[in-house]
């Protein structure tokens, strides 16, 4: 499944591909776009730090074996085979090996006896915005993860502390390292969300100054992009608030504590993204508006020009019958040396009195 978020301007619908109907359940297939699987690994016990790449199969369960506490890494779900048989290796059952390979969850979490799996989303923008499905497994001496492998990759912070040795992993279990994961992951929401404040200060801009083109369309764009990241942020803080609350021999008491830093961090991020819709709201409500009053003042313009000439026509229209008479007295200004320039200024003295009463009125104001 991809998450396709709509472009400026383009409205596109979050499509979802499950599995085929009726597979039986358990069924580990990866998706037909899914990416080459690759397997790193990191072991991170005190004074145990080690780093491999591209491992097979083999190697990373030697790899896990020889170690107190590994990182098991897993990018790309195109290897379904291998994932299943690291899966039963581990002990993991084939219904969280199937939501695995199919990257459609929502943000969730679930206990078993032996392991907790977690599933986030991953968010980056680049071209365009991305999300991309992490699971999470949390086992007593390992942390399993699995990504899609789609670019924009928002752990290697975490992989960087591991070689640096700069926090205190090796010192804490592998619950430690899940939260490590889950904070990145949600810190990651916040320079899309930066994108998104500039993009609408671009877009008040473009209003203010009349530069309407496709102004409407952009908001109306946007706003269904930050629904998107709101869909995506709420069931998260959900489930940490989960491995907060659920008692888990899994979670320490101390990490816990940190976990409720990610609560916090959740809940700036959904403050933030409803105050971005409802400033596209307003955006567009100022646009709507403003183009209303346009309308209006141009429908004012053409009523007093209409008013002015009204009697203007009305004068024309009597002095452009052309009765004449043998007596004069019936249309006397006929026969009058002055008659034409009588019925011209008789015009111009009704054109100016109604443009000083319209301008006294306020009518010729212009609104700003």
């Keep these: 499944m991809k998450h396709a978020f ?21 069924t580990v297939l990866a998706t037909p776009e899914a990416l080459a699987t690759r397997i790193d690994a990191i072991s991170f016990g005190a004074d145990d730090y080690e780093e491999q790449l591209n491992l097979t199969l083999a190697a990373a369960l030697e790899f896990k074996a ?3 506490a590994v990182w098991i890494q897993l990018e790309g779900l195109q290897d379904a085979a291998t994932i299943r048989e690291l899966g039963l290796a581990l002990g993991l059952h084939l219904l969280t090996l199937e939501d695995v390979v199919q990257p459609h969850q929502r943000a969730k979490v679930e206990y078993f006896p032996d392991y907790v799996y977690i599933v986030v989303r991953m968010l980056t923008m680049n071209e365009r915005l991305e999300s991309e499905q992490l699971s999470i497994i949390l086992g007593r001496d390992y942390v399993l993860s699995f990504q899609e492998g789609k670019p924009g990759d928002t752990l290697e912070p975490v992989r960087e502390r591991l070689r640096t040795g700069t926090s205190s992993f090796g010192h804490s279990g592998p619950d430690y390292l899940a939260y490590a994961l889950l904070d990145s992951v949600i810190d990651h929401y916040f320079p899309v969300l930066e994108r998104y ?5 671009g877009l008040e801009a473009q209003v203010f100054d009349k530069d ?6 952009q908001l109306n ?3 269904r992009e930050l629904l998107q990241v709101q869909t995506l942020i709420l069931p998260q803080r959900d489930l940490v608030q989960s491995l907060i609350r659920e ?24 403050d933030l993204v409803m105050s971005y819709r409802e400033m596209a709201q307003a955006l567009i409500e100022i646009h709507l508006n403003m183009a209303s009053n346009r309308m209006n003042e141009v429908m004012q313009v053409l009523t007093i020009f209409g ?14 019958m052309n009765f004449d008479s043998a007596h004069a007295y019936n249309m006397p200004e006929l026969r009058w040396r002055y008659g034409y320039l009588f019925a011209l200024g008789l015009m111009a003295l009704v054109a100016v009195s109604l443009i000083v009463y319209f301008q006294r009125k306020g009518w010729l104001r212009r609104s700003r």
Excluded: C
């Excluded at 383009?10 to 085929?20: E, Q, V, Y």
């Excluded at 404040?197 to 200060?201: F, G, N, Q, S, T």
């Excluded at 899994?250 to 916090?264: C, K």
């Excluded at 008013?307 to 452009?320: K, N, Q, T």
């Design 307 to 320: 008013a002015i000439f009204m009697p203007l026509s009305f004068i024309a229209g009597v002095y452009g």
């Design 221 to 223: 764009g946007l706003k």
């Design 66 to 68: 020889k170690h107190r």
């Design 6 to 26: 709509s472009l400026p301007g383009r409205i596109r619908l979050t499509r979802i591909r499950k599995a085929t109907p009726g597979q039986a359940p358990g």
């Design 247 to 270: 008692p888990s021999l899994l979670v320490s008491d101390e990490t816990r504590l940190h976990l409720r830093d990610i609560v916090d961090h959740d809940g700036q991020l959904i």
């Design 212 to 217: 309407y083109v496709n102004v409407v369309w």
């Design 197 to 201: 404040a500039d993009r609408l200060e």
